[in-house]
């Protein structure tokens, strides 16, 4: 058990609903975000690695993405602020498979454990191709974080939640990612398969929005990953007080639970 995963899973033994806030890196005051946020009771914090290319992400992310991106930031520039920054919650650096291979899964994963970054979320590496850097990333005590959607079958749900470390990611509903109106059914259908096939940490992310959705799934998981709804109030100015806000929201709404 890694340093993500024994943390949340303290957490939850504790009987305390995870939250896990989505930044994107290199976004103007991302640093200072993270510290707020991390006050304001997150648990871990999943920060974005920008690409040209984000197929996971919906429009607010990929606007962050790019802005990040224009302003010359680069993989190392966000490796060195988050050794610099030495953050008090687990870091799990989100991107996606070019940028992993581009460097080689070695290499990578020793650049990973040696900023103190816990663990890796790849969601274009498919579970079938993921061997190698699964192994590279062990090896260096990063931990990789599988996701499991909707649509998976009960049998690779259950090598899903083998082979993932830290926690195991539920997408709450098939698409990108982003604000939603309302909760998908998907969203605790999926909390509730993968509750069954593991004990680890099950986290439901894409499309939970607010305080009152954070809850609802959170009845069925362990706890939520919210991006897009503290994404977008920071692109629309919101500096380190209303990321704040916004987490101690959502703890609030968690800890009614």
Same mark, same amino acid.
């Given at each position: ?7 949340? %899973?303290? /957490? /939850? ?16 005051? &991302? ?23 984000? +197929? ?10 790019? /802005? ?5 930031? =680069? $993989?190392?520039?966000?490796? =060195?602020? +988050? ?15 070019? !940028? ?19 663990? %890796?979320?790849? $969601? ?8 190698? &850097? ?17 649509? =998976? ?23 990108? =990612? ?7 059914? %998907? ?7 993968? /509750? ?9 992310? !894409? ?10 799934? %959170? ?5 939520? !990953? ?20 916004f987490i101690r929201e959502l703890r609030d709404g968690l800890d009614s639970v």
């Amino acid at each position: 058990m890694g340093v993500l995963e024994e943390a949340l %899973s303290k /957490k /939850k033994s504790a009987g305390r609903k995870l939250l896990v806030p989505y930044v994107c890196g290199g976004l103007e005051g &991302w640093v200072e975000t993270i510290h707020a946020i991390t006050e304001a009771g997150a648990d871990a914090i999943e920060v974005g690695i920008p690409f040209s290319d984000p +197929i996971m992400d919906g429009p607010v992310i990929q606007e962050a993405s790019q /802005k990040a991106l224009e302003a010359g930031v =680069t $993989p190392a520039s966000i490796f =060195t602020e +988050i050794r610099r920054a030495g953050f008090s919650v687990p870091i799990a650096a989100m991107t996606y498979y070019n !940028i992993v291979h581009h460097a080689g899964h070695e290499r990578f994963a020793k650049v990973l454990a040696d900023c103190g970054v816990a663990a %890796s979320i790849i $969601p274009d590496l498919q579970l079938d191709e993921a061997a190698d &850097w699964i192994r590279n990333a062990d090896e260096n005590a990063v931990e990789n974080v599988l996701l499991a959607a909707p649509s =998976t079958h009960e049998d690779r749900l259950r090598r899903i939640a083998e082979n993932s470390r830290g926690f195991v990611y539920g997408i709450g509903l098939m698409g990108v =990612t982003g604000e939603r109106t309302s909760l998908a059914d %998907s969203a605790s259908e999926i909390a509730r398969r993968l /509750k069954a096939c593991t004990d680890k940490p099950v986290l439901i992310g !894409i499309g939970v929005s607010n305080a009152e959705q954070a809850a609802a799934v %959170s009845r069925v998981s362990d706890g939520v !990953i919210v991006g897009s709804a503290l994404v977008r109030r920071l692109l629309q100015g919101g500096g380190s007080q209303v990321a704040f806000d916004f987490i101690r929201e959502l703890r609030d709404g968690l800890d009614s639970v």
